[in-house]
Structures are given as structure tokens and as C-alpha cells.
């Protein structure tokens, strides 16, 4: 499993239309949507908007599986109907080329934690006397 994840400006006054587009791949294109993500081993993916003081992001979190770097370049490829809807969208709300950067705009993960890993480390933890 690895976890992706990334901020997409939304371009000025396209607010709502990003959340016309969130509505519509989690509404009447759902299936579509499912299968779409499904196809690249996307097994969660959640966006969030985020006002900051240069404007509109989307964060996207996507727990996708191993290794992520070859389901982006096979998105990055993809050319189906579906698919060139999609990435239309994403350049269309945030300049974002899909075909170019497949993953959104690059990120570098500086922290990370993990509960299931710390429950681990403190049981294998010496006990102190």
C-alpha cells in the first residue's frame, strides 16, 4: 500500500465548479468513477478544499497500491473516454496536466505517523524495572 498525496490549485472563480465536478464523480458518474479509480489500484481517494492565504486547494489522499509510480504512468497514458473527462476536468479547475503530471503537482513527504506502527514499537519495548 503506498499513500499518495497532493494539493491542486483551484484556478481563480473555478471554486464551484470543483464542487460541481466533486458532485458528479461522486454522483451520476459514481460507477464510473469506481471503476475508473479501480482500474489504476485506487483503493481510497478523498479531496479536500483548503482556503489558504494564495487561494483554493484541493488536497487529494490516495492509498493506492504498490508501486504507485507505474498505475500514474499508466494514467498519465490512458486516453479512454472516462479518463480524457477526468483529466479535461482537473486542467480545466486547476492547470494541472494529467497527461503530463499524472500525480498532480510534486509533493515530498517531511513527517509521517502511524499508530499500528507505534503499538508495535512500544510492545517491543523493554520493560523497565
Known sequence: MAMI???????AGKEEAARGFADTV??????????????????RESWHLQQTPQGIQIIVV???????????????????AFE?????????LCGVNADEQ???????????WDSAANRRKSFDAPIAS
Open 5 to 11: 498525496v497532493r494539493a491542486f490549485p483551484v484556478l
Open 26 to 43: 461522486g454522483g451520476p458518474r459514481k460507477q464510473e468513477t469506481a471503476s475508473f479509480l479501480q482500474s489504476f489500484g485506487v483503493r
Open 102 to 112: 499524472p500525480l498532480g503537482p510534486p509533493t515530498e513527504t517531511i513527517f509521517s
Open 62 to 80: 490516495t492509498d493506492v497500491e504498490e508501486p504507485p509510480h507505474e498505475k500514474a504512468r499508466a494514467y498519465g497514458a490512458s486516453q479512454g
Open 84 to 92: 480524457r473527462w477526468f483529466k479535461d476536468n482537473v486542467r480545466e
